[in-house]
């Protein structure tokens, strides 16, 4: 298997931006675009990711698959999925650790699953499969969740890096919503980042969040908070400088806004860098001198 | 303590509660429910509760994608009514597609069984815009092409629309009503038609234009797929009192220059 690019840190392809995309380079280093997005037969959307694939690289990033249903995995999605990378050659092909209905409805949101071993074979069998259709490793995502099962056997970490193994996959690590899982359920977010195997997290996300009082609600309408951008800052310690994208989906703010906060992030990568260079140069000396 | 559902049995109950976000009773169905699951709560929240979290998230996600592409009509209804409106057609059709965009390719049928014929109109022209904007892109027929055709090759000439056509007919000025709607101006939904349009895409933008019914007509035809030979025996049936070579000549050219022809393949 290749090794994952470094790319950078990227913002999402948004239909609110199209227009100025087509009149001026972003200054961001990748897109990420929403798969299902893009599954149409032409037309202007389509045309928007060939003009942005030009000049930067690309991610597709899907919300249907639906990994953790129990319903038959939707082979006509599969062969669009597959179509679609082929046209535009992603990076990587991303999607959610979920399911997003049963009985052949799609609710259209990223349900949470009980951690368990029954669940853990299920989810790496239809992974593998996938990925031979594809031909690529798929990277999933954790979500942010409202609820947890009482009979799980495991925490949502322990599991995400136990199916990476098993189903030799990717992670998507989501640090806004490991933030927001963590204050719904009380866990502590730091112990979650640090399970995370380092060689299989090949992207994060950061986004915004609504504070509903009783819980955290993952909306992506707003601009990442203090705590969740402290908490990548401890993530890129841990994993490294991992290709980082900004997501927001509500009250999409002008693309100005979006490349502020993709320097923003720049600069966290830049400052542990920095912090890095700095323990590695002094134990360096240490060693010199204590040779 | 009972065993815990297998994972099947436990998305097919979430699946129904989940679905419950129009539903009056939708509170009460949730309390009912959450001791037989085995979601977990606490101080904060109930599993109840939590569970609604979704429930509510997933209505409003479904009815406000649905809104976005039926904004006349939305207006047209009232707020009020359009969510009533949502919670039964969303009943009555699950959303059973990967793409959430498609959520509402139901709804202009779905009107035409349970509203005025005029809401159903306006609903069929805003999603006629919608499906255009998407559609497969085509080679376009030329006037060059034509131009370099031999005589007696015209009547084999085949001529086909391109895939963004869509042809409609509406009991009221379902153009003129939109705009309307959309800038905040009093409107009626008088039937007044028939009135006969076609909605295309040029390039990447989409375009409608009111069009005589028998133009609607000849694109019918074109819609279907048929050759230059055959449109002009339609035209000859239609007693004109024009040749009808003639007056399919000159609609060719009307829709050469709209890009509403598609090059043989």
Redesign the interface.
């Known amino acids: 298997m290749e090794a994952i690019p470094k790319l950078g840190i990227g913002i999402g392809l948004r239909t609110t931006h199209f227009s100025e995309l087509l009149e001026r380079s972003a200054q961001v280093d990748w897109f990420e675009a929403v798969s299902?997005?893009f599954?149409?037969?032409?037309?202007?959307?389509?045309?928007v990711l060939d003009h942005v694939r030009r000049d930067a690289p690309v991610v597709l990033h899907g919300v249907?698959l639906?990994i953790?249903?129990?319903d038959p995995l939707?082979e006509t999605?599969l062969t669009r999925l597959a179509t679609l990378a082929r046209r535009f050659e992603p990076e990587w092909i991303s999607d959610h650790l979920c399911?997003?209905?049963?009985?052949?409805?799609?609710?259209?949101?990223l349900?949470p699953?009980?951690w368990?071993e029954?669940?853990l074979t299920?989810v790496a069998e239809r992974v593998a499969r996938v990925q031979d259709v594809l031909g690529r490793r798929l990277v999933l995502e954790n979500v942010s969740s409202?609820?947890?099962?009482?009979?799980s056997t495991m925490s949502e970490a322990e599991f995400l890096s136990a199916l990476v193994e098993r189903a030799d996959c990717d992670i998507l690590l989501d640090v806004n919503n490991v933030y927001v899982s963590a204050f719904n359920h009380?866990f502590d977010a730091r112990a979650y980042i640090d399970t995370m195997p380092r060689d299989r997290v090949v992207q994060l996300h950061l986004a915004g969040h609504s504070d509903m009082g009783?819980?955290l609600?993952d909306t992506h309408d707003a601009p990442v908070c203090p705590e969740v951008w402290d908490l990548y800052r401890y993530t890129i310690r841990r994993l490294g400088r991992v290709p980082t994208l900004i997501e927001w989906d509500g009250n999409v703010p002008p693309l100005a806004t979006l490349e502020d906060e993709v320097s923003r992030a720049r600069l966290i990568c830049d400052e542990v860098d920095a912090e890095t260079r700095t323990k590695n140069g002094g134990a360096r000396v240490g060693r010199t001198f204590a040779a | 303590m009972s065993a815990?559902p297998?994972?099947?049995e436990?998305?097919?109950q979430?699946?129904g509660l989940?679905?419950l976000g129009g539903a009056a009773d939708c509170e009460a169905r949730l309390k009912d429910a959450e001791s037989s699951l085995?979601?977990?709560?606490?101080g904060?929240?109930s599993?109840a509760?939590?569970?609604g979290?979704?429930t509510d998230?997933?209505f409003a996600?479904?009815r406000d994608?649905i809104a976005e592409d039926f904004s006349a009509t939305v207006t047209a209804l009232g707020d009020d009514a359009w969510e009533s409106l949502i919670a039964r057609y969303v009943e009555a059709h699950?959303?059973?597609?990967?793409?959430?965009?498609l959520?509402g390719r139901h709804l202009p049928a779905y009107l035409r069984a349970t509203e005025t014929p005029q809401i159903a109109d306006l609903a069929s022209f805003e999603w006629a815009l919608i499906d255009s904007?998407?559609?497969?892109?085509?080679p376009l027929l030329s006037g060059d092409t034509l131009r370099a055709l031999a005589p007696e090759a015209w009547p084999a000439l085949e001529l086909r629309s391109v895939?963004?056509l869509r042809l409609l007919c509406a009991t009221s000025p379902i153009d003129q009503t939109r705009r309307k709607l959309l800038d905040g101006e009093p409107t009626d939904l008088e039937t007044v038609g028939p009135f006969t349009l076609r909605v295309w895409?040029r390039e990447?933008r989409v375009f409608h234009k009111r069009v005589p019914p028998f133009e609607h007509e000849a694109l019918q035809h074109i819609a279907r797929g048929t050759t230059f030979a055959d449109l002009c025996e339609w035209i000859a049936e239609g007693d004109t009192g024009e040749d009808a070579s003639e007056v399919a000549v000159r609609l060719l050219q009307g829709w050469l220059a709209d890009e509403l022809l598609m090059a043989a393949p």
């Open positions: 299902e997005n599954m149409m037969d032409g037309g202007r959307p389509l045309h249907s639906s953790g249903t129990t939707d999605y399911w997003t209905g049963a009985k052949h409805h799609n609710l259209h949101d349900l699953l009980p368990t029954e669940v299920h409202y609820f947890t099962f009482s009979h009380g009783t819980h609600l | 815990a297998s994972l099947r436990l998305q097919h979430l699946e989940f679905s085995p979601v977990g709560g606490d904060r929240l599993p509760q939590r569970i979290i979704y998230m997933i996600r479904i994608a699950p959303t059973d597609h990967p793409d959430l965009r959520a904007f998407t559609a497969a892109d085509a895939p963004s895409r990447l």
